[in-house]
């Protein structure tokens, strides 16, 4: 991808890359000149997308001109666009493709301009998942799972689930949540655990992102980053407070949205064991408030501040590597990255979460804070807020047992650390 402004507009560069260009995406092109040249230029580009622009530039799948028109669900039709072939698919590609940018979101953009690119250009292999299986699947869930489908359709919340996860696009993993969110059963846990972590009948396979590549933290308090110390940032103000952070805003739609989220970071009782327990609360479907709890196992990585998560939700295993990008040394605010795969379930994903003691955003200007968006390649409104104002009752507590910090933890005063 490279590229432009509209000032390049005449530029003999921008004319020798429009001309062997496989596809062109404008962005808020307005200006009366700069539309005219691109529609002189743009003739012979098979594929041209029009964001905020003038109604005059014209969209391209294919070399045949779509219009967008009325709404759609985002991801709705994006199993049947494999490789389209008349206008009407491409219209629901394009349909598709609007609503993914009114989202706002990097990543939901970026699936979105693949599928344009799997579909009119060359296949795309992380867009696999797309395709359905068929009668192999069919044959795969009643040979190996009969009793637990059984008891699924019986079970009115199992059910609902399937419903639901039955309207969303496989790679949709905020439509797909928050149906698991929704309607999470033992039911739903065990039909899962049968057909797609057990034995795959869906076929399908993801694996952890290996980009951005995010360097975790290397000093703290002017002393070099350990394992041990690495831990205690996460146990954060767990100890002085029911729980180690709050978080304030996240990356990641599907995840890190969920309102009144606490996070328990504590050491178990087994030598060398670590426990993450993440607290949220989902409105359901149906507009229910309920909470909902996790429980990840956490295995320290090769370089400190760097982390292996891994998780049993709702029947499918999720993997993550986590990263501590900075902590203040007061302890005011943290920043979190994870990278994550689903395999079973198809999904791959990366996200990160700014925490705080109390859930409100750090105030004032924050150079800190700024450079470790930065390192995570995350702008400001990229960040989802998450609603902290309605959270009493939230089911906290560590297990019997459980050791909290090693060797720093958060002092009575700013800026002070104790050693424990």
Not at 300 to 306: D, I, L, V
């Amino acid at each position: 991808m490279l590229v432009f402004t509209d000032k390049s507009i005449d530029h003999d560069d921008l004319k020798k890359e429009l001309s062997r260009c496989d596809m062109l995406v404008n962005v808020a092109i307005t200006g009366q000149e700069s539309v005219q040249w691109l529609i002189h230029n743009s003739k012979n580009i098979p594929n041209v997308l029009c964001f905020q622009s003038s109604p005059s530039l014209v969209n391209k799948l294919g070399g045949t001109s779509v219009q967008y028109t009325g709404e759609q669900d985002f991801f709705g039709k994006l199993i049947n666009v494999g490789k389209p072939s008349g206008t009407e698919e491409s219209a629901e590609v394009l349909k598709t493709i609007s609503n993914a940018w009114e989202r706002h979101n990097s990543d939901d953009i970026r699936f979105c301009l693949l599928v344009v690119v799997n579909a009119y250009i060359r296949p795309v292999a992380m867009l696999k998942n797309l395709r359905a299986k068929g009668l192999s699947t069919l044959g795969c869930m009643i040979t190996n799972c009969g009793p637990q489908i059984l008891n699924c359709l019986f079970d009115p919340d199992c059910r609902k689930a399937i419903q639901c996860l039955n309207s969303c696009s496989p790679t949709d993993q905020v439509c797909n949540y928050r149906c698991i969110a929704s309607y999470e059963s033992p039911h739903l846990e065990a039909f899962s655990l049968c057909v797609l972590q057990k034995h795959n009948c869906l076929e399908l396979n993801a694996e952890i992102p290996s980009k951005p590549s995010v360097t975790p933290l290397s000093m703290f308090r002017e002393q070099k980053l350990s394992h041990e110390v690495a831990e205690d940032l996460f146990v954060g103000w767990l100890d002085g407070l029911e729980w180690s952070w709050r978080v304030v805003a996240g990356q990641n739609p599907a995840y890190d949205q969920f309102p009144c989220q606490y996070q328990l970071f504590y050491r178990g009782k087994a030598k060398g064991s670590f426990w993450y327990e993440p607290i949220f609360q989902v409105r359901t479907l149906e507009g229910k408030l309920v909470w909902r709890r996790r429980k990840y196992r956490v295995r320290r990585a090769s370089t400190p501040g760097t982390f292996y998560f891994s998780v049993l939700d709702n029947g499918v295993v999720s993997k993550e590597f986590w990263t501590v990008v900075d902590v203040a040394d007061d302890f005011s605010w943290g920043l979190f990255h994870y990278h994550g795969a689903a395999q079973a379930a198809g999904q791959s994903y990366t996200g990160a979460v700014l925490v705080t003691p109390d859930g409100s955003y750090p105030g004032g200007d924050n150079p800190r804070l700024d450079s470790a968006l930065e390192k995570c390649g995350i702008k400001k409104w990229e960040l989802y807020m998450v609603d902290n104002c309605s959270c009493t009752g939230a089911p906290l507590g560590t297990p019997v047992g459980s050791r909290l910090h090693y060797q720093i933890a958060p002092g009575k005063e700013a800026g002070i650390m104790q050693r424990i």
